[in-house]
């Protein structure tokens, strides 16, 4: 059973950094992309960062850009979102999410970790 | 970036009837592969997205075939043949053809 665990969030101060964890189980984690997702509250899926599975390719979302960085440790099979110099509109669910080859679309996704950014 | 545009934005449906909803791209979702990176997702109150359909028109592993999609180019549609009670929620189309990936807005699905 494919499974993607996510680490717990919290509620961070403006300019705060946070970094939350995707530990993955039930499928060949090493060969797989992953990304990230987040929906701030009551509003829609906004696309964050997507690495390829050996970590050589990365994209982000440009509201995140320079500010948030996704990594990888294929030992581990976890994914990781390092979020820096976080702002209010920064609050959201973030949800990590496998990619598939052959479904290029987000198959699996994990439960969800709530980061509120305010003062 | 490519706009996604569903409609409706809430569908009510009378339990057993069909529903359908419209997503449609500012630009052709055709990727230099050949292939079409449409995908439709569910989401239940409370619950992370779930993916249903990919590619336009192949449902994923255990999703119920009165799920179905169709389009192509920039016109792509969502189908439930027979709405049940379970199917309560948003659902998203998201093109992964260019980045960034977008998503539409949502359609919310409620029962009459």
């Known amino acids: 059973e494919v499974q993607l665990l996510q680490s717990g969030g919290g509620l961070l101060q403006p300019g705060g950094s946070l970094r939350v964890s995707c530990a993955a189980s039930g499928f060949s984690f090493s060969t797989s992309a992953m990304g990230w997702v987040r929906q701030a509250p009551g509003r829609g899926l906004e696309w964050v960062s997507i690495?390829?599975?050996?970590?050589?390719?990365?994209r982000y979302a440009d509201s995140v850009k320079g500010r948030f960085t996704i990594s990888r440790d294929n030992s581990r099979n976890t994914l990781y979102l390092q979020m820096n110099s976080l702002r209010a509109d920064d609050t959201a669910v973030y949800y990590c999410?496998?990619?598939?080859?052959?479904?290029?679309?987000?198959?699996?996704w994990g439960q969800g970790t709530l980061v509120t950014v305010s003062s | 970036d490519i706009v996604m545009t569903q409609t409706p934005l809430s569908s009510p449906v009378t339990l057993g009837q069909p529903a359908s909803i419209s997503c449609t791209s500012s630009q052709s979702l055709v990727h230099s592969d050949g292939n079409t990176y449409l995908s439709w997702l569910q989401q239940r109150p409370g619950q992370p997205p779930r993916l249903l359909i990919y590619?336009?028109?192949n449902r994923f592993s255990g999703v119920p075939d009165r799920f179905s999609g169709r389009g192509a180019g920039t016109d792509f549609t969502l189908k439930i043949s027979r709405v049940e009670a379970e199917d309560v929620g948003i659902y998203y189309c998201m093109q992964a053809t260019q980045f960034p990936y977008t998503f539409g807005q949502g359609t919310k699905l409620e029962i009459k």
């Open positions: 590619k336009i028109s």
């Open positions: 999410a496998k990619e598939s080859v052959i479904t290029t679309a987000f198959d699996y």
């Open positions: 690495m390829s599975s050996s970590g050589d390719y990365i």
